[in-house]
């Protein structure tokens, strides 16, 4: 908590002029500072959802060069066989111990 406001008597005009000035500024701040974090925030969802965009081309584009890989190539193979084929997940489901 703040001191007790002194209030002076014989100024108390300027001081609340003062006050309400500090008021009005500080309220402007406030909705400045609002309006800017309401336009990061759109910023943030434009740059994300053109993120998304990017890997999903990304995503499709691989899925078609594999699809389009020689018949008994591994990328073929694989792609039927697993879908995570290839990035390194093959040991997803490893054997149980005392299983070859």
Request: hydrophobic share 40%.
């Amino acid at each position: 908590m703040s001191a007790p406001f002194k209030i002076d008597m014989a100024n108390i005009g300027s001081q609340v002029a003062k006050l309400a000035a500090d008021l009005a500024l500080a309220t402007e701040e406030h909705e400045s500072a609002s309006r800017a974090a309401e336009v990061a925030r759109h910023n943030e969802t434009t740059a994300l959802n053109r993120l998304n965009a990017a890997q999903k081309a990304m995503d499709e584009f691989h899925a078609a060069l594999r699809a389009g890989a020689p018949y008994q190539s591994e990328w073929k193979r694989g792609a039927q066989e697993d879908p995570n084929h290839g990035n390194g997940r093959r040991d997803k489901f490893p054997a149980r111990p005392g299983r070859i």
